[in-house]
């Protein structure tokens, strides 16, 4: 048996992912868990190449660049790639 008193709580948490899917686990975590990525999701579970963005972080951060110097250069030589098609 576990000592008494020394161990933080272990409780039963939910965890909420970002592509919908609950679930409920174990942790000392005090409260409910919000993930990005669950093994509902993950591509190593569902053997889809493919990457989860629900959040639209990829989005945010593709339009934070755009407004960049790097960004900017990056989209010449898209357009350049693109022309010499
Ligand atoms: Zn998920």
Do not use: W
Not at 44 to 73: C, H, M, P, W, Y
């Amino acid at each position: 048996m576990p000592k008494q008193g020394i161990h933080p709580k272990y409780d039963t948490i939910h965890v909420k992912c970002a592509c919908g899917n609950k679930f409920e686990t174990r942790s000392t975590h005090k409260g409910d868990l919000v993930v990005e990525i669950c093994a509902a999701c993950h591509p190593f579970f569902t053997g889809k190449q493919k990457l989860v963005d629900t959040a639209g972080r990829v989005e945010r951060f593709r339009r934070k660049i755009a407004g960049s110097d790097a960004g900017k250069a990056a989209a010449k030589t898209d357009a350049a790639k693109a022309a010499a098609k």
